[in-house]
């Protein structure tokens, strides 16, 4: 079980890893060995995320979700297999922690007094010199 936190965790078996060739460090070795990890998660079936922190983090995945509803997730910066691999998991963990926070909701606001009148102020300000300048054309006719 991989623990996001006290509320989500994953079974491990939820977790499809595919190795293939890096483009990353490795000299020659980039050339014969597998290290990159291409991590996917079925986000919209799986049954341990509830469904409100399954909606946020099908929002915050964005391009990653594909057609079929897995979340994909390449990790090919380390040199080895077995640490790219822990890189995918965590950032998958720190994506789905990140959806199990829910938005604070927004409160709406007024203006203050204060602001009203100098936006009033610089728009009746900006309206005289137009005003002018309309005048000078005139006269020069």
Do not use: W, Y
């Not at 929002?59 to 594909?66: E, F, H, N, Q, S």
Request: hydrophobic fraction near 35%; glycine fraction near 8%; aromatic fraction near 2%.
């Amino acid at each position: 079980m991989i623990d996001v936190n006290q509320r989500v965790s994953l079974d491990e078996s939820e977790l499809a890893f595919e190795f293939i060739r890096s483009s990353g460090p490795g000299g020659q070795n980039v050339n014969k060995v597998s290290t990159a990890v291409r991590l996917r998660f079925d986000a919209t079936g799986s049954p341990s995320l509830p469904e409100d922190v399954r909606q946020r983090l099908l929002t915050l995945a964005g391009r990653r979700i594909g057609g079929d509803g897995f979340l994909t997730i390449l990790a090919q910066t380390a040199r080895t297999q077995e640490a790219n691999r822990r890189d995918a998991v965590a950032r998958l963990v720190a994506l789905i922690a990140r959806a199990c926070e829910r938005p604070k909701p927004r409160r709406p606001t007024r203006p203050t007094l204060g602001s009203q009148k100098r936006r009033l102020e610089s728009k009746r300000k900006r309206g005289e010199t137009k005003a002018r300048r309309r005048g000078l054309g005139e006269a020069d006719e």
